[in-house]
């Protein structure tokens, strides 16, 4: 038995050591994919004339698309930011998805709204629309109202896609803070790739302790409360690496729901936005790319680095732990649904490498963490552990850990360098060496309790409080939520 | 010895006299340790060098825009007097008394004449341009513009193109048809605003695609500047570069070329559908009713997007030649169609409105609801 569990030991030690250093590779791979990426984005848009696109008739028209369900207390301010965003060829519409609250009472109200003989193309199946309103007041001509019954975040936004007029969709959550020339940078590779572009995403941030001021983001800060500060670092890492590096490859699974910028016939094509799904932005990401290879047609799928939407991330741990669990399902899900692309050369980056990778990094990682750990404190009980040895494994792992944490924090010293007080820098620095501690262990235990709640189908989108960046707005989401 | 000490005394050991007798997982673990360690020292050096270069290197840039502003200012304002070569000899040893030589400070200079050139025409236009050359700045845009890094060629070639110096035209022709996308549109966009004879001339030679967005700057360029002699952009209709034929399509709509005509019919037929579908939407924005025919001919063939440009083109030209056909399409099973052929018979400037509600009374339920939708006016259309 004890020559057993040494045997054990050692195959336990080597198996963690390589899964360990597989994942580590990649990383190193992205990042340096990632740091050509925004290199080579960086030096070619430094000389862009966003204005040129901003004035042009040529420019590409586009829909925002918002769903909103009990937004009462932001709506308004929420709208009127968006209608004073810096684009020419635009229109704004709101879904209000069946909201409890007197969200549609006031935007009827303060916008002057009033019912049109609207006849709903139903292309993408979608719960029944009451209405269709636009504004009496002609300065607010680009705002329409989509009123229908509740269906959910994806059934709201195909809604939309049935009511939108313009070629490119921008799907966004409505209580985001959208920078002004978000539409701009989004809509720009869509003129200039080789290849038709089928989706853009641009980076999204903390806006947790920044300083809002009528809709629009005034001050950058690092947030005071150390869970959204964890979630500043891992945000940068994952959008300034790696998305940056599958983007560089024409591989990106995923664009942000916060916001992301999407090519409206081939939306429709699709069938739109799955309604059994949480991981709905991913999983429509990952049918549209595998409908274009379907086609035979080539295409891209761009990733900008600059920052163009900050969202307020989950402060209470419960809170977060929700979102994580259903980031969790949602991969899960879109992984199931399309598990025939599993290493299927047919369709290319996507079968032979994204799903792959997000398979066994993004989904199985935690899982391989978990029983790691496990097995670790079983042996550790049983007196079978090479303390040692294993305190040099998990520093390795610990230091390479701090090691990305501090080159995602350089990418963003060089790039956009969004926190210019030194001392915010330092916060983040020490976050870099608190987060693998205190933070990465319980993005674990929540990544394994979404896939058990998976297993047992559970199917909702879980309650979302926020804080508001005016006020404390409290807002219980049933279908929809961030 | 202290607690450091002692972990000190026992790392050095793990590096040293141990490292050999370690399995091979844990020494590459201790490499990689030791590797991630210095790695982020490093990274965190050079952020502070960084931060504090950065800061004095704005503090100088803020101290030079500010000063040369002020003097670029006094040029603005000075009314001593009118000529340009008195006022030059004025405020030329004041910018001579500026470190030229130091990099940041000569591309301040450079930048700040730049911004004010393009913003005052006139004299002070003039006397800007002069004191450029006079300090040699032209010379230095000279040999950006044949340095090897494309983004030093395009830096020279936009100053070129803003301080107007018409002589680096032919130096810049060259790059018009470059393999690089970026480099390629700002020798477009500079060429047509210095090449006095044929701002057009790179049309000609372009085999390179010019990408939508390269489009959408060129067209901005020409629309925009009111010196050009504008051609009539038909003669490159036959150009085998595809995105040569778009822009110029562009521009036709824009300076509205009726003389296109022909080449417009012509393009119905082209293999690229995108140019077939701007080719109907200009043909309706124009009204050529001679060519309902052609349009008519190939509708049949066409994708449904180009369906819709046809209908579309029908409205606009309201020759009532096929008002039946129209009518016919409401009948059609994918609503887009139907939508756009409610929308092309309301178009009809005498009767569309009347028409519309006469079908209304005839029609289905569903045709109902979307002619309500058509004449509906708080609606826009698609």
Known sequence: MREFLVDFEVLFNNSIFYYAIAVMISYVIFTLLSAVEMNSYMKKNSYVNYREILVSP???????LAPAYNEEATIIENIRSLLSLHYGNYEVIIINDGSKDSTFQRMFDYYKLEKVDFAVNYQIACKEIRGVYKSKLPSFSKLTVVDKLNGGKSDALNAGINVSAKDLLLCIDVDCIVQEDAILKLAKPYLEEKYQVIATGGVVRI????????????????????WPRFQVLEYIRAFLMGRMAWSRLNGLLIISGAMGLFDKSVVIKVGGYDHNTVGEDMELVVRMRRYMYEQDRRFKVVYIPDPLCWTEAPADLSILGRQRNRWTRGTLETLWVHRDLFFNPRYGVLGMLSYPYWFFFEWFAPIVEF?????????????NINWEFSLMLISMVYCFSVLLSTVAIFFEEMSYKQYTKGADVFKLLLAAFLEPILYHPLTVIWAMQGNIHKLRGKNNWGAMTRKGFKKEVVNQTENTAT | MSIFDNIFHYIGQLYTDRLPYFPTNIRASLMIILFCVIAAIEI???????????MREEKQIKYWKEHIGNVLANIIVYDETDNTAEIISHFYPRFKKIPLGNKIVNQIVVNEILLYRKNFTGKTAEVLSQLYRKLNLDKKTRKKIANRNWDIKIEGIREANEMEIVELASAIIKYTDDENALLRMEAQAAYIKLSAREPFHFLDRARERILDWHQVVLFEIITKNKKLTIPSFSKWLYSPNDTVVMLCLKLIEHFTQFDAEEELKRLLRHHNPKIVKKSVEIIGKLELANAESFMFEIYFDQSEEIKLEILNAFGRISSGQYADFLSSRIYSTDIKIKKEALYAIKRDPDNGKNKLREIYNQTTPENQALIKHVLDDRIKQE
């Open chain 2, 44 to 54: 965190y050096i050079y952020i502070l060098f960084k931060r504090i270069v950065k």
């Open chain 1, 371 to 383: 029983v790691g750990i496990s097995v670790f404190i079983l042996l550790a009980i049983m007196g």
């Open chain 1, 207 to 226: 806006a947790n302790s920044c300083k809002v001021e009528d809709g629009k983001l005034v001050e950058v800060n690092m947030p005071r409360n150390l």
């Open chain 1, 58 to 64: 040529l420019a590409p028209s586009v829909s925002i």
